[in-house]
């Protein structure tokens, strides 16, 4: 199949939710901008947000690690009764509804296996590979979409879902196996067609629904010298039919580009869809290291050093593209610890010194040549947009401050208007903001261990508030109280934070539910 253009007569996620407390969250990162902010959030404060009041209400235990991040859907009516539910989607490849408000109702209201996991190799990343990426629910059929690594009589398959939320029951005649074939000549093309190889492909960022379309990115289980050939693939599906409607190769006469963004799904407007690439081959049709808008009429940018990026694997699509309400913008930052805003019409393509970006600045130390583990990594950003007073961007790279940068004039304020030095590990913090409009802005953060480098297990992690105005004051953290220990922490999982509670993904094999005692 040869790449198809997507038309964009409608976004069917709104990028901002509606205003009342019980905000539903559809979608990862919360909505299709992907700025993860509730700002419709009335209960949690930074004046009630403290070690004496709020801390760990309780815990939902599932049959393996969760890397998705959960989704949580208000008043809807499970077995009869109406109630509010978060989902929580496993390694296992097992999907659970979990009442989230009771304390007390630990059993599931459903759950559902999707077929045996993967026995993934890389043991101290994940024992197996089920479901890595977070799904998405389209409220307007009660539909959750969710990818799921299969492996059947020794062959490994990602199947795409269509799950009823109020049982879990398949829909659309689901599920469906993921393939695709574009024309190329990368060095594993045959007869100049190139096709996906789902052995060497990982999905990770979330799910993007969009203009009646699920959107699925893929990107490299591996990546050095001595892997296998691989790319990056975004698949687009019909929400109705499960059919593939839309393919788009990183790499067609190349190698690499496997979009992963830290687990942040493609971000979408009227004009097309907006996503991050990795490491890999540059021009004569291949997208390493840029950023794409693919839609009724595709636009790029690449970093004008995306050679060094590549060579050092400091990619840029370890970010992904904020869409930042209100403007024309978007934001991204990667590994190198640089930070660009791109006007959404015109990307900038290709130019000497960035000239194509709006802005572009190193918001953190400039990557050392001689060690890898040198980077002050962005991975995860926040925003505030305030109607009233000064609107916010939040970024904290690993091994720097938790940052607040201001917006003046459409462009950021390249001091930043309030920092906290305080230490953490790999990957950096995994940013959240809440906030009721304008006001009771708080920052929530998921860290791991200041001693922690990404080797190794997944050690005990930290969840932060911090106060949105001014982020040197931290409000509360799950150290502060032993009874509040999150557990394994879950890399890339952005916590979920709505109507009063603050829901945690862990490795724990255990969803950590946070709120007001």
């Excluded at 996991?117 to 539909?143: W, Y």
């Excluded at 199947?159 to 190329?184: C, N, R, W, Y």
């Amino acid at each position: 199949m040869s790449s198809k253009k997507v038309s964009f007569l409608g976004i069917l996620l709104a990028a901002c939710p509606a205003a009342f407390s019980q905000v539903p969250i559809y979608t990862g990162q919360y909505n299709v901008s992907r700025t993860s902010a509730n700002l419709s959030e009335t209960i949690l404060t930074p004046s009630n947000v403290s070690s004496t009041t709020f801390g760990l209400l309780f815990s939902r235990s599932v049959d393996a690690q969760i890397w998705a991040q959960p989704l949580y859907v208000p008043s809807i009516t499970i077995n009869g009764k109406t109630q509010n539910v978060v989902y929580v989607a496993t390694m296992n490849n097992s999907v659970y509804a979990f009442d989230a408000d009771n304390p007390a109702a630990s059993a599931p209201l459903w759950s559902v296996n999707l077929g045996p996991a993967f026995p993934f190799s890389l043991a101290q990343l994940f024992p197996m590979l089920g479901i890595l990426s977070t799904p998405v629910i389209d409220p307007s059929t009660g539909t959750m979409y969710v990818v799921a690594a299969t492996y059947t009589n020794s062959v490994l398959n990602y199947m795409l879902h269509a799950l009823d939320v109020t049982s879990g029951a398949e829909k659309f005649h689901g599920p469906v196996k993921i393939q695709a074939s574009i024309s190329g000549t990368a060095p594993d093309a045959v007869k100049g067609v190139v096709t996906f190889n789902p052995v060497v492909e990982l999905q990770r960022p979330a799910l993007l629904l969009a203009s009646g379309a699920v959107f699925i990115g893929f990107g490299s289980v591996q990546e050095g010298p001595g892997t296998p050939t691989y790319h990056g693939w975004l698949l687009g599906y019909n929400a109705a039919t499960l059919a593939l409607s839309f393919a788009f190769n990183t790499s067609p006469n190349g190698n690499g580009g496997g979009i992963w963004m830290s687990g942040i799904g493609p971000s979408a407007d009227s004009n097309g869809i907006y996503f991050a690439i990795g490491n890999g081959d540059v021009g004569n049709g291949n997208s390493g290291d840029s950023v794409i808008r693919t839609g009724a009429t595709d636009g790029y940018f690449t970093p004008s050093d995306f050679y060094v990026l590549n060579y050092y694997d400091w990619d840029l699509g370890a970010g992904a593209p904020v869409l930042i309400p209100g403007t024309n913008l978007l934001a991204i930052g990667g590994k190198t610890g640089a930070l660009y805003l791109l006007n959404r019409t015109n990307p900038g393509q290709y130019q000497a010194g960035d000239a194509g970006a709006v802005q572009a600045f190193q918001e953190s130390p400039v990557c050392s040549a001689e060690a890898y583990d040198a980077c002050y990594e962005i991975h995860h950003l926040t925003l505030w947009p305030r109607a009233q007073g000064t609107s916010y961007l939040y970024l904290w790279a690993w091994q720097d401050s938790l940052k607040a940068y201001a917006f003046s004039k459409g462009l950021l304020n390249t001091t930043p208007a309030s920092l906290n030095a305080m230490p953490m590990g790999y990957p950096g913090g995994i940013l959240a903001l809440s906030a009721n409009g304008s006001t009771n802005g708080i920052v929530w953060a998921v860290t791991s261990p200041p001693s922690y480098t990404g080797a190794g297990a997944y050690p005990a992690g930290i969840l932060h508030a911090f106060d949105a105005t001014n982020v040197a004051t931290e409000l509360w953290n799950s150290t502060m109280n032993s009874s509040d220990a999150l557990g394994s922490f879950t890399k890339f999982a952005v916590p979920v934070v709505t109507n009063g509670k603050v829901y945690v993904a862990t490795t724990a094999n255990a969803l950590r539910v946070y709120g007001l005692h």
